[in-house]
Structures are given as C-alpha cells and as structure tokens.
C-alpha cells in the first residue's frame, strides 16, 4: 500500500510539474505574441537609410564627413554625464507636463477639400529630381496675403501669396515608430488629413518622429500630389513608404527649388537626425520660403548658433518666423534652444512676427507644459519682438496677428 501511495504521489508531482511548465510557456508565448503585437508596424516606421544613387550624392555633401552629416558648428547631442539625470527628470521629475485642462482647438475656416482643385506643381531642384504636374488653384485672398494656421507641435499651414506649403506634418496619436507605444498628443488635430486643402509642396526639416510620421505620409501620398521636399537623404524614408521618386525633392543647405512660384531654400540647423541606432545618416535643416514679396522662415529642430545671422543677412528680412521653442533640457543644450534664444535667433534672422512651434502637443522634455510660451513672452517684451501665440487651428494673418491673450495660462 505504501509503495502505491507514493507512487500515486510521485505521479501527481511530476503532472504538476508539467502543467507548470506549460503554464509558463503559455504566459511566455502570450507575452511574446502580445509584444509581437504591439511593434508590429515598427520595421516599416524605422524607413530606410540612402542607398545607390542617393547614398552616392549624401556622400558628396560636404556636410558629410566620415560616414555621418555634421553640424555647421561643434555639437554634442548629450552632454557628457548628464544622461542619467536627464532620464531622471524626464520620468520622475514635478514639473507639471500635462496641462491642467482641455487645450482649445479651433477648425480652421473652410477650404474647398481635396479633389476640387486642379493639381499642385513640383520643380527642378539643384540637383534633384525634375518637373512634376501644373500648378495648383491660388488659396483664397490677395495675391500678397501671408497667413499661418499652426495645428500643434512643429506642423503648420504657410498661405503665402495664394499658395499653400505644409510643414512637418504630424497627424499620429503617438510620435513614435509604434501607434501603441510612445508620447500621445495632448490635444487632437484640428482638422482631418482629407479635409486639408490642395498643397504646393510639403516641407519636412528632418526625420524625428515628431516631424516625419509614416502614417501621415502614406495619407499625403494618397490624398494629394504635391511634392515632399526634404533634406538630404530623407527621401529614402519616403520611398520605403511609397511615395513616388518623381515626387521626391532632396537639398543640401544652400540648394534651392522653385514650386508654384515660390522659391524653396534649405538652410542650416544645428541639431541631428536618426530614427533607430544609425544616426546622422541624413541632413537636417531649416527653411526659407520665398514669394514675390513675402519671406517665411521655419526653424525646424536646433540649438542656437551664429547661422541665423548669415541667414538673415542673405535671406531676411522675413515677414514671420516659426520658431522651434519648446522640448529643451540642459542635458541637451546644443540641439534644443530656449524660449530665450529663439527670441536671439528671431532678431539676427531680421523676422517680423515670431509664431512659436514646438510645443503643447507632445510631452518630449524635463520642462513644465507652459514653461516655453511664458518665458518666450517675457524675453519678447524685453527685447520688444511681436508675437502671436495662436490656439492650435488658428489663422494668424501676419499683417493683422491676433493679439497674445494668455489662452494657456489657465491650464499651465
């Protein structure tokens, strides 16, 4: 009897132990599965880094030295020893990085949507791809009308003399490789990628997940045919996510394009750029945008350098700038201004009205949520620079700006 007992026993043990082991590899399996899941979109978010004819003219800039692009003036990234307080501070710090309410959204006024007008016109870079399709409808208002609608973050509408350039656009919840994993916006975007009007060209100043987004680029590809131009290198990304090469325009910093009338200028930034380990495998950059008689600047991502006054001395004065002024930390001076120097940027551009950009859409920095906007409206009334602080969807005519009515305050 006792022998069948403890065999009974030995038996019961062993089963237990196998449906353990099959509980385990269960759990395992549905994590694996489960994570499987959640990065699914992942390899294709990550692009694709140049290659052929198009690594052959990134290795020819002479912004490219020892396999990476370089910044006009010496830059680090991170500084040395302070990753750790950085990451610190990003996850554990008390700065108050969400608003305290709703951030108000406005529609932007009516468009006539995609569809209704005749179709938009890429050109001939200096050294780029050719000539695309007729141009586009004029936007509505006089010839000389210069307006801005910004819908959050870097992405903003420029209506400059009846013609209309997106840039950096970001229609994502998230701005990261995956849409399960990564910042969420903290207000929605003011209008819908297919109730955009007609555009003249798309503008992205590099390849950071919070200025170029794969599902917003397959949605442009397909819902307009104006042309993407962007820094060099870029558009290898853009190819790996379908769009047409005819529809691709690349510069290097000095090179220029003209679209529907205007001219495109790429100009330098000091930041860098890499969507995965590789980096600075493309160029980053600013833009000027150029018509007949109205001048734009947009900053893109940069920390603060003597750039902007040869800017301003060859391309100014501009009647607006957009200024990146948000998502800086002292563990990463040289990439990121404060509000303090994208005032200092904007004067030795020789700007007009100064619009802020990036900022209270994304949490990307150690830095309270209204930190930026009050510290750049204080330096502005020093320095006496005009500002508008638009909602995100608003229209800023330039040359009648809203005035700056503190609409943050109450949730910073």
Known sequence: MRAGSARRDTELTAARARRRRWTRAAVALTAFAAAAWAVRDVPVALGRQPRGARADRVRR????????????????????????????????????????????????DAAPPVGRETAPAAGRAAGGPGAGPPPVAPAPGPASQLDVIWYGHASALLEIEGRRILVDPVWSERCSPS????????????VPLDRLPRLDAVLISHDHYDHLDTATVRALRRTQSAPFVVPLGVGAHLERWGVPPERIVELDWAERVSVAGLEIVATPARHFSGRVFARDRSLWGSWVVTGRRRRVFCSGDSGFFDGYATIGAEYGPFDVTLIQIGAYSAAWPNVHMVPEEAVAAHLDLRGGLLIPVHWAT???????????????CREAAVR????AVPRPGERVVVDRPPAVDGWWRSLG
């Open 362 to 376: 994304f949490n990307l920095a150690p830095h309270g949520w209204a930190d930026p906007v009050d510290r750049l």
């Open 179 to 190: 849409a399960r994993i990564g910042p969420r916006r903290l207000h929605p975007v003011p």
């Open 384 to 387: 006496d620079v005009r500002l």
């Open 61 to 108: 800039s002479p912004q490219f030295h020892a396999g990476a692009f370089r910044n006009p003036v010496t830059t680090r990234t991170l500084l040395p020893g302070s990753g750790r307080d950085a990451l610190w501070e990003l996850f554990f710090g008390r700065q108050p990085r969400r608003p305290t309410g709703t951030i108000p959204v406005l529609a932007p």
